[in-house]
């Protein structure tokens, strides 16, 4: 059956949304956000510039966008963890070291370009999104047994939330893997 | 035996300078450090405004003298507390829990202010003074067997530092004390 008209359009409008995101954010990284113009970023994604202002207004809305992209996959791939077989502390250990580790890459940003991203309302909103995903797998863990219930699940998130932003630091994924491991020891069940 | 003169100066000087650090940070912690005149400070220290005026160029100097001198206050509460007696791992914690209350107090800053101090090289040199601070303790707890020696001393002066920068958004004592209690058994010899 072939595609309908409108499906076509919104398929192409996604790509041509899609090249602009990456071709921006490899620019970006080259380059610095404020060395990057909306030519470059037209030419490098073969569209015109007239058709790139289509798109977005100006290069803070583009990386706006892109990081929203970038938080919405995180959360999917923290998602996707959680739903994993396993009991709930193996499931709360393979989602706090892949947040580690999207903590670590996040760290190369710099200092700039984080404060431009983070102006940006959805970042507060997916912050509370985590807060929320990470305490439910917390409860769920007390429930079986695995991490300690004498500390309210929500002070814990907060202590793992913070214990693990560390991992922007550190230089290599054994040492995130030992700070996981040291998070995680402190949630065990008291002896 | 009377005090000789430039005693007595230099004793004059100190005590002009700590009213006048006293009376900016009271200005700025009710007023916020927008609306505050190197007028009122003059007159909430008890000077006149041109002797202000020999002790500090603007409001931003007095605030960055007035952080310095209670960074440094705040090394030497934890300096002491790590010169009592005690085992190294109850050393350790006492430092710990006095730090968490510190961050508890500090949060009350607000970004602006927060912004402005950071500003000063004093506070990158604070910080690395810290981190060689706690990283010496737990190097002489693991030395004692009472903190886990399967992670370098550096790693988990990291972890402490940002696991208990968690208490800047804790309103009780009661809370950041757990806090502090989940960071140690994170520290502690691995079963």
Sequence with gaps: MPKLWNETIEEHRRAVRDAVLETTAALVSEHG???V??????????????????YFPDIESIMMA?????????????????????????????????YAFIQQQRHGHGGE?????HRGGHVAHAEQHLRHFIQ??????????????????????????????GAGSLSSKAAVRRLVAVTLAGLRPSR
């Excluded at 909306?38 to 490098?44: D, F, L, R, T």
């Excluded at 370009?113 to 991203?117: D, E, G, I, K, T």
């Design 33 to 35: 956000v404020r060395a």
């Design 37 to 54: 113009t909306m030519s470059q970023i037209a030419e490098g994604s073969g569209i015109g510039r007239a058709t790139l202002y289509k």
């Design 66 to 98: 892109w990081h929203e992209r970038q938080i919405a996959g995180h959360l999917d791939q923290l998602a996707e963890l959680r739903d994993r077989a396993g009991t709930p502390g193996e499931r709360l250990q393979a989602v706090l070291e892949t």
């Design 113 to 117: 370009l984080s404060a431009l991203l």
């Design 136 to 165: 439910s797998l917390l409860v769920e863990a007390v429930q079986a047994g695995e991490v300690r219930d004498d500390v309210a699940p929500d002070e814990l998130t907060g202590y793992c939330l913070h214990a693990l932003a």
